[in-house]
């Protein structure tokens, strides 16, 4: 502030009955705006490193820090264009336009040739565009060589600036812009932005800079909204409605998991959980007279993080009213396919740095293996009555035999779930349907006495890709009787807590639940595997939940 010069206002300091002339005035009250703003930016940089320092300092010797992020006002006598309207607007242009546009963007180089003339790179929304500023063809006014100098002394890869110019093409053909006035720095970066990070923890903690760096975590972005936009509109072409259930609910029931629990200050007696799965309310839905719906939302399960698991996720589900397992399966490998098909068309253009899955055929129809008789066939074991008293023994007596290692909790549905890990997933590589699983698996489907095998079994299927489940699908249970039965039958199985009687879901199936068919999609790993990703972290935005809490606590 001392190196301002007030020269104009030394009259008036000695004379005070002096009255002072408008201009002075308003040169004096913009002047105290600007310290007034250098104050409250100075007070508030935050912690600093070397690196960092050194950026501030260099900042404050050409204006007040306060003065680095002004409001955005596009030139009134300029057409205001995005980086990808502008490079699809002038693509073909072969010299200076007379047009006057405005776009902005971040800086990704700068390079000064000599001392009048420089050019940057900037990029928005993945378009990059070449920017020329010369100081002979700046617009005349005041200042304008100093404001070039300043521009040209701060400028810095990572800075968001905006630019008024016109279209223009260089002398070896690059689509430019002709800087008419000295670029307007928006927002400075004050930080070095790396060529690439190689180390786990910063790109874990620190998601935006590993954005900044490659380009594969926004290839990642428009994989996913492709995938979800490709089954929201297959199903809604398909005549499905697209709704919306809470994402609280008090059973949080649907699978078998352990939910999240919280209390409402409104209904602090009765505590709430968010909900493991969609699906008990949108079969209410169903019974309230829908036909054909589909969700895509989020889910919760208070469990663990590995490669495959987050505790939140994302699902599509859909309920299908006379849908049977047959028509089921073929909308599977419709959608399937057609997803598959659609990926591709667009993955040289949309998501470059993915590598599509290889070795693996998506064409139908699916392969289809027998729950059962696919264990007993690999194993050379005959398995036991599975609906028997002590199924459980006897299943464990056959994990002895072959020398399998028992699951944590042993009880029957997770024995099985063991037994189709080690004998049915390594054998579907390509898209392959598990069906008829053991009814002790799948309390919500429909299930019947399959005489071929003398075993109870479900009306269910399962999508495997690649050895990792996608789709679960069922004929969905749709008797108040049978469906009490397997809910009883589950709180046998899990009594360590895990499971509930939802009385008011078995209440609402005494109204009449049509023959429905139903399906549920795990959404991240349909990332995962267009992706060629082994970790549910790296198609997360901000990977899994120990990245969340890492990136909030900001260590």
Known sequence: MSKLSLSFLRPYLFQATRPLKAEH???YLSVQRRFAQSIAADDYTGPHDVEKQKRLEQLRRVKLLGDYHPRLQYPPDAE????????????????????????????????????????????????????????KKLAAQDGVEDGFKSFKKVARIGDWVSIKGN????????????????????????????????????????????ALTSDEPGDVLQLRAHIYDYIRRYFITSGFLE??????????????????????????????????????????????????????????RNEGVDNTHNPEFS?????????????????????????????????????PTLSPPEDIDFSGPFKQLPFIPTIEKASGRKMPDLASSNASAEVLE?????????????????LLDTLAEEYIEPLCVNPTFITQHPEALSPLSKSYFDSSINQRVASRVELFIN???????????????????????????????????????????????PPTGGWGCGLDRLVMLFGSKKRIADVLPFGTLRNVVSIAKNK
């Open 398 to 414: 056959m994990f002895k035999e072959l020398n399998i290692t028992v699951p944590p909790n042993a009880t029957l549905p997770r």
């Open 167 to 210: 279209p223009t093409t260089t002398s070896s053909g690059q689509l430019s812009v002709l800087a008419l006035d000295v670029p307007q720095i928006l927002a400075p970066c004050l930080h070095h932005i790396p060529e690439t990070i190689d180390n786990v923890e910063t790109l874990a903690r620190r998601p935006h800079i590993h």
């Open 243 to 300: 709704v919306e259930t809470p994402v609280f609910d008090v059973n949080a029931g649907g699978a078998i998991a352990r939910p999240f629990e919280t209390v409402a200050n409104e209904l602090s007696n009765s505590p709430v959980r968010l909900r493991i799965a969609p699906e008990l309310n949108l079969k209410r839905l169903i019974i309230g007279g829908q036909d054909k719906i589909f969700e895509i939302g989020r889910a919760f």
């Open 25 to 27: 005035a308003r040169a």
């Open 467 to 513: 050895g990792r489940e996608y789709v679960n699908a069922y004929e969905e249970e749709n008797s108040p009787f049978e469906q009490r039965r397997k809910f009883m039958q589950q709180l046998d199985f899990h009594t360590e807590g895990e499971g509930a009687m939802d009385e008011s879901y078995l209440e609402a199936l005494e109204w009449g639940m």
């Open 315 to 351: 699902t599509c589900e859909f309920y299908e009213v006379g849908a049977t397992l047959p028509d089921v399966i073929a909308r599977t490998e419709q959608l399937i396919h057609g997803l598959h098909t659609s990926i591709e068309s667009l993955r040289s253009t949309q998501f």
């Open 80 to 135: 205001k264009l995005s980086l990808r309207d502008f490079n699809a607007k002038y693509e073909a242009i072969k010299d200076t336009q007379p047009d006057v546009v405005s776009v902005l963007g971040r800086v990704r180089s700068v390079r000064s040739l000599g001392s009048k003339l420089m050019f940057l790179d900037i990029e928005r929304d993945t378009q990059r565009l070449q920017v020329m500023v010369e100081l």
